[in-house]
């Protein structure tokens, strides 16, 4: 079994800062993608951020220089610093993980966090 646990989020006035975390857990010989996801009140889940095993990272355009996705690939923790936020970045952060379970299967499973809120005040 395999578990995501992100944490870090809460209420922040606009312009403040937040980071998040997610660690996974359990049966993982590797991951290969890293991704942040929310999703508003009302609104489809989107990406905000993702990242490859060494590879770049990607950001929707609305975060871009603002938002920062790291890993550790050693405690299979992926972070999102968030600066300079704004009430529209308001949601329930979700972290998503592709996991290869053991060296006998070439194939990687779609996992998720349970997700964390975030809330930016005017």
């Known amino acids: 079994q395999v578990q995501l646990v992100e944490s870090g989020g809460g209420l922040v006035q606009a312009g403040g800062s937040l980071r998040l975390s997610c660690a996974a857990s359990?049966?993982?010989?590797?991951?290969?993608?890293m991704t942040w996801y929310r999703q508003a009140p009302g609104k489809q889940r989107e990406v905000v951020a993702s990242?490859?095993?060494?590879?770049?990272?990607g950001y929707v355009d609305s975060v871009k220089g603002r938002f920062t996705i790291s890993r550790d690939n050693a405690k299979n923790t992926v972070y999102l610093q968030m600066n300079s936020l704004t009430p529209p970045d308001t949601a329930v952060y979700y972290c998503?993980?592709?996991?290869?379970?053991?060296?006998?299967?070439?194939?990687?499973?779609?996992?998720w966090g349970q997700g964390t809120q975030v809330t930016v005040s005017s």
């Open positions: 359990g049966t993982i010989f590797s991951i290969r993608r």
């Open positions: 998503n993980a592709e996991i290869r379970y053991n060296s006998r299967t070439n194939n990687y499973f779609s996992h």
């Open positions: 990242i490859p095993t060494g590879g770049e990272p």
